[in-house]
């Protein structure tokens, strides 16, 4: 039997849906839970807010393809202004414009999560099957020479300069035809998004995806959710057509992503009973340098990155434990022509003078580790809208500026002529000169202009109800029928890009609601 | 001791920060009265734009001149159809997101207040935008620095995502060539504007 995608087009009169399963978004957690329960016969239901657009809908434009991808056109930022939230709102989620980086949770990571915050069943053994399987069907592999831009080239050539350890990316494409669009979606279906991959195989099995659909209401009671209510998006208005959908379902799965999927529960009035919803937030900050360059670079072709730096991955402590360096990842950076003018930060013919330059620009950007002692918190105002607040502590202040220390280096040691801090103070550097203004700068409120592509927490995972949301069956605390599968479950930051991790994760995710569709069905019987 | 003011403000969330910066810009500036932020005011362009009114128009022009090029062999900003770009992408947004575009842009016109200008910045000759965009973007002060940071990264973002101005920087375009495959919110903006898009 295969299923369907229904659009706001198809969605004209108030009806109810029935299904096994309700899946709340249809990214990287949601298409993978679909995916995996589509697969063994469950009757599944996805709804995705964002818009279905097919690979045959790209365009490679920067702006149009930012309009149809990107969650409030990337222009929503954090409370203080200063960092750009990225996030999908489109059939696919975020996997349609990540740049498909596909690495397994470090073992120190699970060990943490286990230690520390009481996730059990989610260990290296369990997840390996997993990440051996989607190996396979997301066609991971590391980058070979042929992905290697100008950029990746020099940047693995000054690591190895400077004795910094780093090594080619495992990435989810096939037949790539280094356009250098993974931002603007892969009309090739190269890169191997959750629109081209489990998306497909779960209709193919059966399951019906609604796009143009917001999720609104939860009905629940006695610990288990009966029917949720959701309004349809006219999508070219982008606001509700007046056309409601109710679902009925035996179990219902949030996987709304990392900035949602907290907030969600809030606006159900879940905050009260649930104490750390919405805590424990972080969004892996990611400050570039841009840099001159006596060659072509080219920036905007090829994959983002085929080579990634994780010298620095953990973060470093002195003998009296303060903060020493590292602490991210380094990576060659990818942006499109815009993007880059954008996080230039001069004005005028000064701004002119290096876009005149734009095919000599090179740039390098990283992720940091989010201090799990200094993350931040999604909040919902009195209007229902989401406020991410982060709060740029001390150690994540000096992290940043140390990551920032760290691509000056790696510039000059790759033969860049100048380098400009990507922030609002304009910092410029050229080689030989002294890195100390670096001590000073500003992060906060465009101090440095960051994108946050690697939501993380607000739905922590734990042992217990007052410090997490969901225990290790992915259930929310309190209730049997009711899950959360994507990465707002982590009690912290990943340290590497989180695709796979969130992915692994919902395979674990989807066979407890295979247990609980098993009881379910027990009771009824 | 008498309070710095800039300890007197670091207690004020950012919202009500920019909400003081208006109220004692417009308060102290001849000629203007204290508005809610994003009210719309009618006037001779009343219609202009979706989703500013004329003032806002008026602070976004003097930005979007300030901020792009002005050497050869760059296209103008309105060949570059960057205030329609602003104009399409506030649209549709949330109603918070465009609520925080047109804060900061009010915020924007009595920026000058605190860099020592009797003026609000759609007023002032361009050199002298330029310095209080420079100057705030410097700021080591959140406000200033987030609301010229944030306009001028939009600014930039629509000027050269512009196919006119691709030349000039030595972009190839888009790798395949494609034609622009319009969504239905550029149809749907272009049918309100009675225009068509870019």
């Given at each position: 039997?295969?299923?369907?995608?229904?659009?706001?087009?198809?969605?004209?009169?108030?009806?109810?849906?029935?299904?096994?399963?309700?899946?709340?978004?249809?990214?990287?957690?949601?298409?993978?839970?679909?995916?995996?329960?589509?697969?063994?016969?469950?009757?599944?239901?996805?709804?995705?807010?964002?818009?279905?657009?097919?690979?045959?809908?790209?365009?490679?434009?920067?702006?149009?393809?930012?309009?149809?991808?990107?969650?409030?056109?990337?222009?929503?930022?954090?409370?203080?202004?200063?960092?750009?939230?990225?996030?999908?709102?489109?059939?696919?989620?975020?996997?349609?414009?990540?740049?498909?980086?596909?690495?397994?949770?470090?073992?120190d990571?699970?060990?943490l999560?286990?230690?520390?915050?009481?996730?059990?069943?989610?260990?290296?053994?369990?997840?390996?099957?997993?990440?051996?399987?989607?190996?396979?069907?997301?066609?991971?592999?590391?980058?070979?020479?042929?992905?290697?831009?100008?950029?990746?080239?020099?940047?693995?050539?000054?690591?190895?300069?400077?004795?910094?350890?780093?090594?080619?990316?495992?990435?989810?494409?096939?037949?790539?035809?280094?356009?250098?669009?993974?931002?603007?979606?892969?009309?090739?279906?190269?890169?191997?998004?959750?629109?081209?991959?489990?998306?497909?195989?779960?209709?193919?099995?059966?399951?019906?995806?609604?796009?143009?659909?917001?999720?609104?209401?939860?009905?629940?009671?006695?610990?288990?959710?009966?029917?949720?209510?959701?309004?349809?998006?006219?999508?070219?208005?982008?606001?509700?057509?007046?056309?409601?959908?109710?679902?009925?379902?035996?179990?219902?799965?949030?996987?709304?992503?990392?900035?949602?999927?907290?907030?969600?529960?809030?606006?159900?009035?879940?905050?009260?009973?649930?104490?750390?919803?919405?805590?424990?937030?972080?969004?892996?900050?990611?400050?570039?340098?841009?840099?001159?360059?006596?060659?072509?670079?080219?920036?905007?072709?090829?994959?983002?990155?085929?080579?990634?730096?994780?010298?620095f991955r953990l973060a470093r402590y002195d003998q009296r434990g303060r903060y020493a360096e590292g602490g991210y990842?380094?990576?060659?950076?990818?942006?499109?022509?815009?993007?880059?003018?954008?996080?230039?930060?001069?004005?005028?013919?000064?701004?002119?003078?290096?876009?005149?330059?734009?095919?000599?620009?090179?740039?390098?950007?990283?992720?940091i580790d989010?201090h799990p002692d200094e993350?931040?918190?999604?909040?919902?105002?009195?209007?229902?809208?989401?406020?991410?607040?982060?709060?740029?502590g001390p150690v994540t202040t000096a992290m940043?500026?140390d990551?920032?220390?760290?691509?000056?280096?790696?510039?000059?040691?790759?033969?860049?002529?100048?380098?400009?801090?990507?922030?609002?103070?304009?910092?410029?550097?050229?080689?030989?000169?002294?890195?100390?203004?670096?001590?000073?700068?500003?992060?906060?409120?465009?101090?440095?202009?960051?994108?946050?592509?690697?939501?993380?927490?607000?739905?922590?995972?734990?042992?217990?109800?007052?410090?997490?949301?969901?225990?290790?069956?992915?259930?929310?605390?309190?209730?049997?029928?009711?899950?959360?599968?994507?990465?707002?479950?982590?009690?912290?930051?990943?340290?590497?890009?989180?695709?796979?991790?969130?992915?692994?994760?919902?395979?674990?995710?989807?066979?407890?609601?295979?247990?609980?569709?098993?009881?379910?069905?027990?009771?009824?019987? | 001791?008498?309070?710095?003011?800039?300890?007197?403000?670091?207690?004020?969330?950012?919202?009500?920060?920019?909400?003081?910066?208006?109220?004692?810009?417009?308060?102290?500036?001849?000629?203007?009265?204290?508005?809610?932020?994003?009210?719309?005011?009618?006037?001779?362009?009343?219609?202009?734009?979706?989703?500013?009114?004329?003032?806002?128009?008026?602070?976004?022009?003097?930005?979007?001149?300030?901020?792009?090029?002005?050497?050869?062999?760059?296209?103008?900003?309105?060949?570059?159809?960057?205030?329609?770009?602003?104009?399409?992408?506030?649209?549709?947004?949330?109603?918070?997101?465009?609520?925080?575009?047109?804060?900061?842009?009010?915020?924007?016109?009595?920026?000058?207040?605190?860099?020592?200008?009797?003026?609000?910045?759609?007023?002032?000759?361009?050199?002298?935008?330029?310095?209080?965009?420079?100057?705030?973007?410097?700021?080591?002060?959140?406000?200033?620095?987030?609301?010229?940071?944030?306009?001028?990264?939009?600014?930039?973002?629509?000027?050269?995502?512009?196919?006119?101005?691709?030349?000039?920087?030595?972009?190839?375009?888009?790798?395949?060539?494609?034609?622009?495959?319009?969504?239905?919110?550029?149809?749907?903006?272009?049918?309100?504007?009675?225009?068509?898009?870019?």
């Amino acid at each position: 039997m295969s299923g369907r995608i229904f659009e706001f087009r198809d969605l004209t009169a108030d009806a109810t849906v029935s299904a096994d399963v309700c899946i709340v978004g249809s990214g990287c957690g949601g298409a993978t839970v679909a995916h995996k329960l589509a697969e063994r016969g469950v009757d599944v239901v996805v709804l995705e807010q964002g818009g279905h657009y097919p690979t045959g809908s790209f365009d490679q434009d920067e702006l149009n393809m930012n309009a149809k991808l990107s969650a409030e056109r990337s222009l929503k930022t954090s409370a203080d202004g200063g960092t750009t939230l990225l996030y999908g709102h489109n059939v696919g989620g975020a996997s349609v414009h990540y740049w498909a980086d596909s690495f397994r949770t470090p073992a120190d990571r699970l060990a943490l999560w286990a230690e520390r915050y009481g996730v059990t069943g989610h260990d290296h053994a369990t997840l390996t099957p997993a990440w051996d399987e989607l190996t396979e069907t997301l066609s991971v592999q590391e980058a070979p020479d042929e992905y290697f831009n100008r950029m990746n080239l020099l940047v693995r050539q000054a690591a190895a300069t400077l004795g910094w350890q780093g090594d080619r990316v495992p990435s989810a494409r096939r037949n790539c035809q280094r356009s250098g669009h993974c931002m603007q979606g892969c009309v090739y279906e190269a890169k191997r998004s959750q629109l081209v991959t489990h998306l497909r195989t779960a209709v193919a099995n059966g399951a019906r995806i609604y796009a143009d659909v917001r999720a609104l209401r939860l009905e629940h009671g006695e610990g288990r959710v009966r029917s949720l209510r959701a309004a349809v998006i006219d999508r070219a208005r982008a606001g509700p057509s007046g056309v409601t959908l109710t679902i009925r379902a035996k179990a219902f799965v949030l996987a709304a992503g990392g900035y949602n999927s907290a907030a969600f529960l809030m606006r159900n009035d879940l905050g009260r009973r649930l104490p750390a919803l919405g805590k424990g937030f972080g969004f892996n900050p990611s400050p570039m340098v841009h840099a001159l360059y006596d060659e072509d670079i080219v920036l905007w072709r090829n994959i983002p990155a085929a080579f990634g730096i994780d010298e620095f991955r953990l973060a470093r402590y002195d003998q009296r434990g303060r903060y020493a360096e590292g602490g991210y990842l380094l990576m060659p950076n990818q942006v499109q022509p815009a993007m880059l003018a954008a996080t230039l930060p001069m004005i005028g013919d000064a701004h002119g003078a290096w876009m005149r330059q734009l095919p000599r620009i090179g740039s390098t950007i990283g992720w940091i580790d989010d201090h799990p002692d200094e993350l931040g918190e999604i909040r919902v105002d009195s209007r229902g809208a989401t406020r991410v607040h982060y709060p740029f502590g001390p150690v994540t202040t000096a992290m940043l500026r140390d990551l920032v220390r760290k691509q000056l280096r790696l510039h000059f040691a790759a033969g860049a002529t100048r380098a400009v801090v990507s922030g609002s103070q304009a910092l410029e550097f050229r080689p030989g000169d002294r890195l100390d203004p670096v001590d000073g700068l500003a992060v906060t409120a465009s101090g440095l202009f960051m994108g946050a592509p690697h939501p993380s927490g607000g739905c922590a995972m734990g042992g217990s109800a007052t410090t997490s949301v969901v225990d290790s069956s992915h259930r929310v605390h309190g209730f049997g029928n009711l899950f959360v599968a994507d990465s707002s479950v982590f009690p912290t930051a990943v340290s590497v890009d989180p695709s796979f991790t969130i992915m692994a994760f919902s395979y674990v995710a989807a066979q407890q609601v295979m247990g609980e569709l098993g009881g379910a069905a027990e009771r009824a019987a | 001791m008498t309070p710095q003011p800039h300890t007197m403000l670091a207690g004020l969330s950012r919202r009500r920060l920019l909400g003081l910066l208006i109220g004692l810009g417009a308060a102290a500036l001849p000629g203007c009265s204290p508005e809610q932020p994003g009210a719309r005011r009618a006037g001779p362009g009343a219609g202009r734009c979706l989703s500013f009114d004329d003032g806002q128009v008026a602070t976004l022009e003097a930005l979007i001149a300030a901020v792009v090029p002005t050497m050869a062999p760059y296209p103008a900003a309105a060949d570059a159809r960057v205030l329609d770009r602003f104009d399409e992408e506030t649209y549709f947004v949330s109603d918070e997101v465009r609520d925080d575009i047109r804060t900061a842009i009010d915020a924007l016109e009595y920026l000058p207040l605190l860099y020592g200008h009797v003026s609000r910045f759609s007023h002032l000759a361009l050199e002298a935008r330029q310095r209080v965009l420079g100057a705030a973007m410097q700021s080591r002060f959140a406000v200033p620095r987030a609301v010229a940071g944030s306009l001028r990264m939009m600014a930039h973002l629509f000027y050269y995502g512009h196919p006119a101005t691709w030349a000039a920087t030595g972009y190839d375009g888009p790798f395949a060539r494609i034609a622009p495959i319009l969504s239905e919110q550029r149809i749907h903006f272009a049918e309100l504007r009675g225009g068509t898009p870019r």
